[in-house]
């Protein structure tokens, strides 16, 4: 089923697309968000990725699993480009007279989550990592892929994806330590140390 849908997407088969769309869009949204922690920009992600996914599709190898993995990759690369536009964007904002002012988004997307307080003692944590740390921690904990698909999915070798993993979960409980939260984000992590391991058999 996979190879077959894969050799469809490489000859440009707008139904076998589809199919990866609705195998796939909710994972890739998913992930979108827990890199931005923002949902209207994670929809627009989510259009980028199938955009990109489709102009990359002669690059999908003829056999293999799940792509799955392939599109986080390109959502991750997606993400950073959308990063990099906001802060062009917000610097040339920066630049216009004061008076403009510019929208704050923070509670309307805050009015959008169903577990603020997990939220954000997540997003405070996730402020003391890198964004390589960031995307592998997205990947393997919150997407639920094993070493060798992240490491597939970023373009890295496996032992890479360890060592990230590894530093992120060490800054991510260093920087909870301090507040409320801090036995419930040692219970995150244990399980999620859990599933990636279940995922590496």
């Given at each position: 089923?996979?190879?077959?849908?894969?050799?469809?997407?490489?000859?440009?088969?707008?139904?076998?697309?589809?199919?990866?769309?609705?195998?796939?869009?909710?994972?890739?949204?998913?992930?979108?968000?827990?890199?931005?922690?923002?949902?209207?920009?994670?929809?627009?992600?989510?259009?980028?990725?199938?955009?990109?996914?489709?102009?990359?599709?002669?690059?999908?190898?003829?056999?293999?699993?799940?792509?799955?993995?392939?599109?986080l990759g390109?959502?991750?690369?997606?993400?950073?480009?959308?990063?990099?536009?906001?802060?062009?964007?917000?610097?040339?904002?920066?630049?216009?007279?004061?008076?403009?002012?510019?929208?704050?988004?923070?509670?309307?997307?805050?009015?959008?989550?169903?577990?603020?307080?997990?939220?954000?003692?997540?997003?405070?944590?996730?402020?003391?990592?890198?964004?390589?740390?960031?995307?592998?921690?997205?990947?393997?904990?919150?997407?639920?892929?094993?070493?060798?698909?992240?490491?597939?999915?970023?373009?890295?070798?496996?032992?890479?994806?360890?060592?990230?993993?590894?530093r992120a979960?060490?800054?991510?409980?260093?920087?909870?330590?301090?507040?409320?939260?801090?036995?419930?984000?040692?219970?995150?992590?244990?399980?999620?140390?859990?599933?990636?391991?279940?995922?590496?058999?």
């Amino acid at each position: 089923m996979d190879t077959q849908l894969r050799a469809r997407i490489r000859a440009g088969d707008h139904d076998a697309f589809g199919v990866l769309f609705d195998a796939c869009s909710r994972s890739v949204y998913n992930h979108a968000f827990r890199l931005t922690g923002d949902w209207a920009l994670a929809e627009d992600i989510v259009s980028l990725t199938f955009l990109e996914a489709w102009r990359l599709r002669g690059k999908v190898g003829e056999e293999g699993g799940s792509l799955r993995p392939w599109l986080l990759g390109v959502a991750t690369n997606v993400a950073r480009n959308t990063r990099r536009a906001a802060r062009r964007h917000a610097a040339a904002v920066s630049r216009l007279p004061r008076d403009e002012g510019v929208r704050d988004f923070a509670d309307e997307v805050v009015a959008r989550i169903d577990d603020a307080r997990q939220l954000a003692l997540v997003r405070a944590g996730l402020a003391a990592l890198r964004r390589p740390e960031r995307e592998v921690l997205a990947l393997c904990v919150w997407s639920g892929l094993d070493y060798a698909a992240a490491a597939q999915a970023l373009g890295v070798p496996v032992g890479t994806v360890r060592s990230r993993l590894s530093r992120a979960r060490t800054k991510l409980a260093r920087a909870l330590e301090p507040g409320g939260g801090r036995g419930q984000i040692r219970e995150d992590r244990t399980a999620a140390a859990g599933t990636v391991k279940e995922g590496n058999r």
